[in-house]
Nanobody, 114 residues
Framework: QVQLVESGGGLVQAGGSLRLSCVAS????????MAWYRQAPGKQREFVAV??????NYADSVKGRFTISRDNAKNTMYLQMGSLKPEDTAVYYC?????????WGQGTQVTISA
C-alpha cells in the first residue's frame, strides 16, 4: 500500500521560508517521478514543481524562489520555499507517478501573512 505523508507546513510572514517534506512508503521511490501541487481556497489545484531523476521543472510563479529535491535513501522529497508571498497560501500536496499510476498525499497547509 503506497502512502505519501507531507509535513512542514505552517504560518509564516511574507518574505519568510519554509521547507516541506513528503515521505513515501510502500513503493520503490527511486524510480518514480515526484511533484508538488497546491490548491488555494476557491481555486483549482495547480502544478508547482516536479523532479524526474536529476531533472527539475517549476511553475513560473515559483521559479527562483522554490527548490525541489529528493533523497532516495530516505524516500523523501522536499520543497524549499523562500521569499514567500501571501499568494503562496494553499494546501500543498505531493504526488508520486510510477508505471502509469499516480498517488497523492493528504496535503499540508501553508499560510503566508502579509
Amino acid at each position: 500500500q503506497v502512502q505519501l505523508v507531507e509535513s512542514g507546513g505552517g504560518l509564516v510572514q511574507a518574505g519568510g521560508s519554509l521547507r516541506l517534506s513528503c515521505v513515501a512508503s510502500g513503493i520503490i521511490f527511486s524510480t518514480s517521478a515526484m511533484a508538488w501541487y497546491r490548491q488555494a481556497p476557491g481555486k483549482q489545484r495547480e502544478f508547482v514543481a516536479v523532479i524526474r531523476g536529476g531533472s527539475t521543472n517549476y511553475a513560473d510563479s515559483v521559479k527562483g524562489r522554490f527548490t525541489i529535491s529528493r533523497d532516495n535513501a530516505k524516500n523523501t522529497m522536499y520543497l524549499q520555499m523562500g521569499s514567500l508571498k501571501p499568494e503562496d497560501t494553499a494546501v500543498y500536496y505531493c504526488k508520486l507517478s510510477q508505471f502509469g499510476r499516480e498517488y497523492w498525499g493528504q496535503g499540508t497547509q501553508v499560510t503566508i501573512s502579509a
